[in-house]
């Protein structure tokens, strides 16, 4: 399977013309190749990649991958948390329930704003003093290790893929 695979994979990327959608419902025809968006995607999936691998050969332990080993400034964790409040999933769904609610539904949005980082104030310093990086971590101490960590995964995945559907909407809208 595996093989199979990477056999697709690389077939799609020496033949692109074989990953093309057909033509529109009314018997349009194909659209052309978009040399320029392909291009643009593998460089950069390559950038990603490159940081990637730079950043692993930094990483040397738990706190190392989890906190960047104490180095993170202030403001660089401003821009990060900046980042997932202003992605597109969270645009989306604020507006979703605007649409949904009316102007109620603007409390879904302050609540969140202002909740989040009264749950981080009162499980932060917990998770710190138990040397814990995450919710699990202290899970599956104090439970059982494999169960914990198997939940723990699936609840990702699961909230991974909503969130990405969400993602991978607003581009097309």
Same mark, same amino acid.
């Given at each position: 399977?595996?093989?199979?695979?990477?056999?697709?994979?690389?077939?799609?990327?020496?033949?692109?013309?074989?990953?093309?959608?057909?033509?529109?419902?009314?018997?349009?025809?194909?659209?052309?190749?978009?040399? *320029?968006?392909?291009?643009?995607?593998?460089?950069?999936?390559? @950038? &990603? @990649?490159?940081? &990637?691998?730079?950043?692993?050969?930094?990483?040397?332990?738990?706190?190392?991958?989890? !906190?960047?080993?104490?180095?993170?400034?202030?403001?660089?964790?401003?821009?990060?948390?900046?980042?997932?409040?202003? !992605?597109?999933? !969270?645009?989306?769904?604020?507006?979703?329930?605007?649409? &949904?609610?009316?102007?109620?539904?603007?409390?879904?949005?302050?609540?969140?704003?202002?909740?989040?980082?009264?749950? &981080?104030?009162?499980?932060?310093?917990?998770?710190?003093?138990?040397?814990?990086?995450?919710?699990?971590?202290?899970?599956?101490?104090?439970?059982?290790?494999?169960?914990?960590?198997?939940?723990?995964?699936?609840?990702?995945?699961?909230?991974? *893929?909503?969130? @990405?559907?969400?993602?991978?909407?607003?581009?097309?809208?």
């Amino acid at each position: 399977m595996k093989k199979l695979t990477h056999l697709f994979v690389a077939l799609s990327v020496c033949f692109p013309s074989l990953a093309l959608a057909a033509g529109t419902i009314d018997g349009g025809t194909k659209q052309a190749v978009n040399w *320029a968006a392909i291009g643009m995607f593998i460089g950069f999936v390559s @950038l &990603t @990649l490159a940081i &990637t691998y730079w950043a692993s050969k930094r990483t040397v332990s738990a706190a190392d991958f989890y !906190s960047a080993g104490g180095g993170i400034s202030a403001g660089q964790n401003g821009l990060a948390i900046a980042g997932d409040y202003m !992605s597109a999933a !969270s645009f989306l769904g604020i507006s979703g329930l605007v649409y &949904t609610s009316g102007y109620d539904g603007l409390i879904y949005s302050v609540g969140w704003l202002v909740g989040w980082p009264v749950v &981080t104030f009162l499980i932060a310093e917990q998770l710190r003093n138990l040397g814990k990086f995450t919710f699990a971590d202290v899970a599956s101490f104090r439970l059982g290790q494999t169960r914990i960590r198997i939940l723990a995964a699936c609840g990702s995945l699961v909230t991974v *893929a909503f969130y @990405l559907i969400a993602q991978m909407v607003a581009p097309a809208s």
